[in-house]
């Protein structure tokens, strides 16, 4: 019996782990729709930070999963009848992500993923007439918010501990109901990996 049992957990593959640091800039665009089904657009995109540390683990040679804790800066500016109008707003959350990996030779690897986050917004402010106002009390904001999209990256190794990496992630909150407000932030992010 512990023959058996020695073989079964010698036939899974190794699980291989990495730990990768990023940072970058959010393009986010706020997608508001009001009650009336109306999407106006007096708002444009607007940069803010992000940063990420996340543990990536091989489910087999070729594909990896991905989990780990997001800061995320979704803001945006605008004007409404030549009176300016701005967005500022801080969110931490989880992410997640699973797709394959394509080596492409000299330790440059590819990686495609779908990703999921969950996060809760911090701190956030609304900048109109001349006046700051808490977003804390405005439900469209501070609930806990999905978001749903893709990432690509572009990996090169330099040595068998340490990395580099160029990383373009696009999500959305797809929000329905009678009025909301998605946000639709592509992000683009350097970082550090480094392997055990």
Sequence with gaps: MKRILLLVLLSFP??????????GSNITSFVFTNSAGANPSFLR?????????????????NLLYDFGILYNQFNSVGDAQNIPISYASDFIGLGAGIGPRLNLGKGITFI????ASVSKMVNG?????NHY????????????RTMYGYSFELSKQINPQVGVFIKY??????????????????TFSLGLSFSK
């Excluded at 495609?112 to 990703?115: E, G, H, I, L």
């Design 14 to 23: 190794a699980v291989s782990q990495t730990y990768k640091f990023s940072i």
């Design 45 to 61: 995109p607007a940069s803010g930070l992000h940063a990420s540390l996340t543990r990536e683990s091989s489910l087999s040679k």
């Design 112 to 115: 495609a993923k779908a990703n």
């Design 125 to 129: 402010n609304q900048f109109l007439l």
């Design 133 to 144: 106002m808490d977003l804390a009390g405005d439900d469209q904001f501070n609930s806990l």
């Design 169 to 186: 992630q696009h999500l959305d909150s797809y929000n329905f109901g009678s009025s909301t407000l998605n946000f639709i932030p592509s």
